[in-house]
């Protein structure tokens, strides 16, 4: 557990969680339930900004909103200063009926289909993130339609794939997004972009992976990325933003460092330094700098109750707790072996001495929340809340198995929202339609 101000085990020995006991919000909204802490949300918002401001001046903080994307989410994040990077036309259409302006957002993909580029480049799109070259005449066109000189951004790989305490460094480019710096494609695509009318070269973006402690890969990466921008440079060719992405790590068990806030300002002051002193060295034109993350801003904000159902215990090989949630609200076992951690949200003091494997209600074997999780000794009916959910969860769930996909509250000083209300059955057959032919 990393425990906070905003999440901690109260006087009764129950979870608290923006000041809402579990059993609580368990009372009033069910389970299974995803709930989201809006002070941390806030928090760290607030700190990547000032750090940004503090360390650097020109810059950016910007939401990767597929790790949460929801109308309210947009609200918050754009009342606390940060911009928003979108995915889809589906994000962007959030956003928007949020009341969150193109201007402040970017607009990614490694294959956008024109009624996107249409709905970014109509509704002013701040950047577009140009990902491969097939994309700029499509995208040329639609901003001629509009009358604008679109902005963008080319994504590239500098050759670092990071991912928690490893980092390699690689020519290899195999990735399905970005063009590589070493092989050369992404000076070709800069190039291309002068060709069009009405694209504007305004910078380069990269990210080299997610879920990363390890400092050292940022530093790496923006040397690379520092590097080509002086050989633009050199070419007559200015950078005016360098975005570097997210992929701030967070806390899922005690095999990671738990942050605080303050940890997060020192990991931003850090990449803010490194772009500072390595554009003085390299003696180049300052970009604005823009980063991304998604996870570091509402992944610890997060935690999902569930009800213990069913208990399994194959005795000397394994003990599943089966709960009423499963890969449909939480796929990320089934897609990364992912881990988590838990606690019995109502006996939260309780010693944790089981070790436990939480399963789905899913006809999947892989419908797995986490193995290994340390626990008190379930009972049926015991809440099992499920600590940083708040990223990849929500955005991810689905409607397998016609489960209904949980709602969201938002937690405030003990007072909780919906910001995604429940589903009912009735939504599962909404779109459904028997043919005629089928009567
Ligand atoms: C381009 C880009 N930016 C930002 C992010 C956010 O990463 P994280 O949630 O790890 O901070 C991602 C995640 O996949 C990404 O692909």
Known sequence: ????????????????????????????????????????????????????????????????????????????????????????????????????????????????????????????????VVDNLMELPIIDSIAKKYSVLQKVLVRVNPGVEAHTHHFVQTARADSKFGCSIALGEADIVIDAVKEYSNLDYHGLHCHIGSQIFDKTAYIIAIDKMTSFIKALEDRGIITNELNLGGGFGIYYTEEDPKYTVDDYSEYVATVARGVKSMIETKQIRKPVLTIEPGRAIVGEAGITLYSAGMIRDIKDIKKYVAIDGGMFDNPRYALYNSKYSAVIANRANAPADEIVTIAGKCCESGDIISKNVKLAKVEEGDIIAVFSTGAYNYSMSSNYNRNLVPPVVLVKDGKADYIVRPQSYEDLVRHDVIPARLK
Do not use: Q, W
């Not at 607030?46 to 949460?68: I, P, Q």
């Not at 709905?119 to 701040?126: F, H, K, Q, Y």
């Open 1 to 128: 557990m990393n425990l906070r101000d905003t999440l901690k085990i109260n006087s009764a020995g129950v979870l608290e969680i923006g000041g809402a006991a579990a059993t609580e919000l368990v009372k009033s909204f069910g389970t299974p339930l995803y709930v989201l802490d809006e002070d941390y949300i806030r928090k760290v918002c607030r700190a990547f900004v000032k750090t940004m401001n503090e360390e650097y001046g020109d810059g950016n903080v910007c939401f990767a909103s597929k790790a949460l994307s929801c109308m309210a989410m947009y609200k918050l994040i754009g009342d606390e200063g940060l911009k928003a990077d979108v995915v889809s036309g589906g994000e962007m259409y959030t956003a928007l009926r949020a009341g969150f302006k193109g201007a402040d957002m970017y607009f990614h993909g490694n294959n956008k289909l024109p009624k996107e580029i249409e709905l970014a480049v109509s509704n002013g799109v701040r950047i577009i």
